[in-house]
């Protein structure tokens, strides 16, 4: 398996982070214009260092899928806000024949894990989703997993905080089986480059808005099931 983890000045998570990768996967640490020698510690850490000099959510997602080789795909946060040592029971679910895609779904754990304002454009975008393409999803969350042929044929071409979101949608347009299971989601480590002020929340529910207003597009059917 390979795990993606989009990476921007996360130095002093990623040793917590990579000690709970499973054993035998391949960490995949897309350094995305970090400050604070994030690539050197990933490195020294034994992962794969993918550099995406074009900033943005979506450029680090999408470049660490390319570098992809496993037939799965993992994409987890790298700030010790997600456990990816919970990603094996997300993985069984595809392989499984469960699900095309699956979401792991947020459960806050202390206090702070979660900001009001974050937890708020969660559920404008998960109402928004609802209505364009049916599915009833609770969390919108980054730790996800998928096949990898099945993703690189959505033909993702957000590199900001839409890329997630145009990742379900486009799934979803495709008749892929999208499902939730519950994962801890704890206090990160650092501030949020993206959810950590009401402004950043709420200029990536302007990114995922623009998602989406787009037309579907013709993408292959099944993600998953077509492969088996």
């Known amino acids: ?29 897309v350094d995305n214009g970090s400050s604070d020698g994030s690539a050197d510690v ?11 000099p074009r900033r943005g959510f979506g450029a ?24 990816p040592g919970l990603l094996p ?14 979401l792991g779904r947020r459960r806050p754990q202390g206090r702070g894990s979660w900001p009001l304002h974050a937890r708020a454009g969660n559920l404008a975008l998960s109402a928004m989703v609802r209505r364009r393409t049916g599915l009833r999803l609770r969390d919108l ?4 997993v998928a096949r990898r042929e099945p993703l690189l044929a959505l033909a993702l071409t957000d590199r900001r905080s839409g890329y997630p979101l145009q990742m379900v949608v486009r799934a979803a ?22 959810t950590g002020t009401w402004r950043g929340t709420w200029q990536a529910v302007h990114d995922m808005r623009a998602v989406l207003a787009q037309p579907p597009v013709a ?9 088996r």
């Open 89 to 102: 029971l997300l993985v069984r679910e595809v392989a499984g024949g469960r699900a095309d895609l699956m």
């Open 141 to 144: 969350g980054p730790m996800r």
């Open 42 to 52: 990933a490195r020294g850490l034994g992962a794969t260092v993918v550099h995406e």
């Open 1 to 29: 398996m390979d795990v993606v983890l989009p990476c921007l000045d996360e130095a002093a998570a990623l040793p917590w982070v990579l000690k709970r990768i499973p054993e035998g996967w391949r960490p995949i640490v």
């Open 60 to 83: 680090a997602c999408h470049a660490g899928l390319l570098a992809a080789r496993a037939e799965f795909v993992c994409f987890c946060d790298c700030d010790a806000s997600l456990d």
């Open 173 to 194: 347009d495709a008749g892929w089986r999208v499902r939730e299971a519950d994962v801890p989601y704890r206090p990160r480590t650092g501030r949020s480059k993206v």
């Open 219 to 227: 993408v292959p059917a099944r993600g998953g099931a077509g492969a």
